[in-house]
């Protein structure tokens, strides 16, 4: 008797481990919004939500092509990235910087 009820213990262990780590693989691969991230006066990356335009999209798309990033332009001001790049803050700082300075078409 003991050893069903460990063995049950152990099945429901295991199983919620496994849905636990899905859920976790799920979040991490699901697409966040994107939010223009900028140098502010103090030198700290901050989000920038006024750049979002339309024009600013089509030059960012540009920017995201060129370096193989995976987006997904929803509507006119809106666009999906990887969770993962939505997180890296520098290196969303460097392809706002480029779709506002027009590097974009540029080297």
Do not use: C, F
């Amino acid at each position: 008797m003991a050893r069903v009820t460990r063995r049950i213990l152990l099945i429901t262990v295991a199983v919620l481990l496994l849905v636990a780590i899905a859920i976790t693989v799920a979040w991490v691969q699901s697409p966040a919004e994107y939010v223009p991230v900028v140098m502010d006066g103090r030198q700290q990356l901050v989000e920038n939500p006024a750049l979002l335009t339309p024009e600013h999209l089509d030059r960012l798309e540009v920017v995201l092509k060129r370096y193989g990033e995976w987006y997904q332009r929803t509507d006119a001001t809106h666009l999906r990235i990887s969770r993962s790049l939505s997180r890296d803050r520098d290196l969303l700082w460097n392809y706002t910087t480029k779709s506002e300075d027009g590097q974009s078409s540029g080297g």
